[in-house]
């Protein structure tokens, strides 16, 4: 089972996005736009103060008839931020997004944040690694391999 770190590794882009607390709510949807990505940390002062994503706009900029160009990104992200640490198992972090119902967990080391990873990345992993098993349960069944 892979490990958070691996995980991390695997990602073509070390880059974590963020975006200010105070920046507007359009330029945050338009950072997510241009680097295809779903989520941004949104801090304050350097310090993590909070994610926004794209659900937080679905439900707090057009279901609540607001102007993403007249919202702070602080006005709608969550406060609340489930971390993920490089040794942690994919499998503990998906049974973390679906027990939340999250889809992005910051990666923390050491009190720094070193990453980000998706239920995306999460479900390519695990896939992954069914394979290889399917694979090696099949070379043994065959007898080609002890
Ligand atoms: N997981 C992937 O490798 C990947 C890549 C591109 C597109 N997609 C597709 O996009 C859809 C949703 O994907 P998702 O669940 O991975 O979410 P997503 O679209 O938010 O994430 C896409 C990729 O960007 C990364 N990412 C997201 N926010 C980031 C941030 N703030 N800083 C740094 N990296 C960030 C994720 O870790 C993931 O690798 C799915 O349909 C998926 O198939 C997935």
Redesign the pocket.
């Known amino acids: 089972m892979a490990t958070v770190a691996q995980i991390l590794k695997s990602?073509?882009?070390a880059?974590?996005?963020?975006i200010d607390a105070s920046a507007l709510v359009y330029d945050a949807m338009k950072r997510?736009a241009e680097?295809?990505?779903?989520?941004?940390?949104v801090t304050e002062d350097g310090k993590i103060v909070g994610i926004v994503?794209?659900r937080d706009y679905a439900r707090k900029i057009v279901l609540m008839d607001r102007s993403s160009k007249a919202t702070p990104v602080h006005d709608i992200m969550t406060r609340e931020v489930r971390y993920v640490r490089p040794e942690d198992s994919a499998q503990s972090c998906m049974a973390l997004v679906t027990e939340r119902r999250l889809?992005?967990l910051?990666v923390i080391d050491g009190g720094r944040l070193v990453?980000?990873?998706?239920?995306?990345?999460l479900?390519?992993s695990i896939i992954s690694d069914q394979a290889f098993t399917i694979q090696q349960l099949e070379l043994y069944i065959r007898g080609e391999r002890a």
């Open positions: 990602k073509p882009d880059t974590v996005h963020t997510m680097k295809q990505i779903g989520a941004l940390v994503t794209e889809r992005h910051p990453g980000m990873i998706s239920i995306g990345d479900v390519k």
